[in-house]
């Protein structure tokens, strides 16, 4: 009976498993094998491999555009994730309170997802910023301030904050979602018996809903992390053309190593490099991960 059951589980398993080795881990093993050698072409066989031990690293952090991505999703990461995290929180408080129409205004929040990102990001260049007919420069042109509505918000100087504002737009309804599914799991007699000893709405907000939050924090801060890590289609949108310093990101970096995408093509192919910025990424991931599972060490509050 035991045979026969394992035979079942190798059965079923097997090609899953074997699926799992050659579209993940495969990949994964080359990608951090290939960092650690000059590699000029992704598909170059291992024989036209060269060893360079750290130095892809050591080029990278030595570059200025590299180092320049790094700051940029920094800055998306901190202040992206504040904007973003405290709206979705609000949000869902809201929207999880006695409110008519809770399900219509959940839907409009979260519609900007099912919008594929080349989509959003056309419409925001095209149709928000537009210095001449775009609605922020109809808005700003009806409460009389001229002077801004006439400002090109995607110039040098106003491109990152632009692309920031637009990415953030999209993102607050999935973060949302997750924030809604953690306050429901929260059992309303903790309201209850906060509401019968006198705690206010802001009370019962801090002493009630974040305790019980924490898991639901935690998810949120590290799929925000790896949304940020991955931050690619809105900076190629932005900045279509070249690279700017303004809007470039490692993954935008990577591409250009790898597949030379820059009309400009002032930079050389170097999949070595590109690999060993995709390790660098996944350190960050993972240190993140790390630093909030040990800063939120429980999922639930102690009661």
């Known amino acids: 009976m035991l045979r026969n059951n394992k035979r079942v589980i190798i059965t079923f398993l097997g090609p899953a498993v074997l699926c799992y080795v050659l579209v993940f881990l495969y990949p994964v093993f080359r990608t951090l094998v290939m960092s650690f ?19 892809n690293y050591r080029k990278l952090f030595t570059t200025p555009i590299f180092l320049q991505s790094l700051k940029n999703i920094g800055r998306l990461w901190f202040t992206g994730g504040c904007a973003v995290m405290l709206l979705a929180l609000i949000f869902a408080v809201i929207l999880t309170g006695e409110l008519r129409g809770v399900k219509f205004f959940r839907s409009v929040i ?42 090109l918000w995607t110039a040098p100087g106003n491109l990152f904050w632009s692309m920031l504002a637009a990415y953030c737009f999209g993102m607050v309804g999935y973060h949302m979602l997750i924030f809604i599914s953690g306050i429901d799991q929260i059992p309303k007699d903790y309201y209850e018996a906060a509401y019968l000893e006198g705690a206010n709405a802001f009370q019962r907000f801090f002493h009630v809903t974040v305790p019980n939050m924490r898991g639901v924090i935690r998810t949120n801060i590290v799929m925000w992390t790896v949304f940020t890590v991955g931050f690619f289609v809105w900076g190629q949108l932005f900045s279509p053309v070249n690279l700017s310093n303004d809007t470039v990101a490692p993954m935008n970096y990577m591409y250009e190593l790898v597949f030379g995408a820059s009309s400009s093509a002032s930079t050389s192919r170097d999949s070595g490099a590109g690999a060993a910025i995709g390790v660098i990424l996944a350190l960050i991931v993972v240190a993140v991960f790390l630093a909030t599972n040990f800063i939120v060490k429980h999922d639930d509050a102690e009661l």
């Open 110 to 151: 979260y519609l900007p997802n099912v919008v594929s990102a080349v989509a959003m990001g056309t419409m925001w260049i095209n149709y928000v910023y537009n210095s001449n007919y775009g609605l922020l420069h109809n808005v700003l042109s009806a409460f009389r301030f001229d002077a801004l509505s006439r400002t």
């Open 37 to 55: 050698f000059k590699v000029e072409s992704v598909s170059d066989p291992v024989t036209k491999w060269i060893f360079a031990g750290f130095g």
